[in-house]
């Protein structure tokens, strides 16, 4: 099974947001953080409405309406997948190395509170998980599509090179997260 989403391309698709940003948090829809060895403390993508979304360099984009409402209903539909057991709520992919990157989704429940939900060693042609979760012994979908997005933040990548401005509001809007 190859990985496949008709969301695929949004980062290309999108476009740059001239106005102001000043993301708040009701305006939250999701943030992806990501953690290595290298960059513990990373970050990966972040949308908020109306459309609006923030790539793991800094850069604050316009999704396109289609395009940021599935998103977002992929990011909700992680809100009925069971707790892993596990430190942090980690799904395992399983990998023949240790060490592997987690990214962290962080997606507002209806209460409010930040449900985390991360994957460790995600990549598009691997689903089996390390430990299976309850029956469950590979990745859901949702979680196997959504990452697969995620990944679009971070393709042209330049560390060092990123704006930290837009990066460093979306943290302050999810406040100390553990």
């Known amino acids: 099974m190859s990985w496949t989403s008709q969301f695929a391309g949004w980062h290309s698709r999108s476009h740059p947001d001239q106005r102001a940003f000043n993301p708040t948090r009701d305006e939250l829809v999701f943030a992806v953080l990501r953690s290595t060895p290298a960059e513990p403390d990373g970050f990966t993508l972040a949308l908020f409405t109306p459309n609006i979304a923030v790539d793991s360099m800094g850069r604050v984009l316009v999704l396109g309406q289609e395009t940021f409402d599935g998103v977002a209903s992929l990011a909700k539909q992680t809100l009925e997948l069971p707790e892993t057991g596990t430190f942090r709520n980690t799904w395992r992919i399983k990998q023949p190395r240790t060490s592997q990157p987690i990214e962290r989704l962080l997606v507002p429940s209806s209460s409010g509170e930040l449900r985390q939900i991360c994957v460790q060693g995600y990549e598009k042609d691997?689903?089996?998980?390390?430990?299976?979760?309850?029956?469950?012994?590979?990745?859901?979908?949702?979680?196997?599509?959504?990452?697969?997005?995620?990944?679009?933040?971070?393709?042209?990548?330049?560390?060092?090179?990123?704006?930290?401005?837009?990066?460093?509001k979306v943290k302050a809007v999810l406040g100390e997260v553990s």
């Open 126 to 168: 691997k689903r089996e998980l390390s430990a299976p979760v309850g029956d469950i012994t590979e990745l859901p979908e949702v979680l196997w599509e959504l990452f697969g997005l995620f990944e679009e933040s971070r393709g042209l990548d330049q560390r060092g090179r990123e704006s930290t401005v837009a990066i460093d």
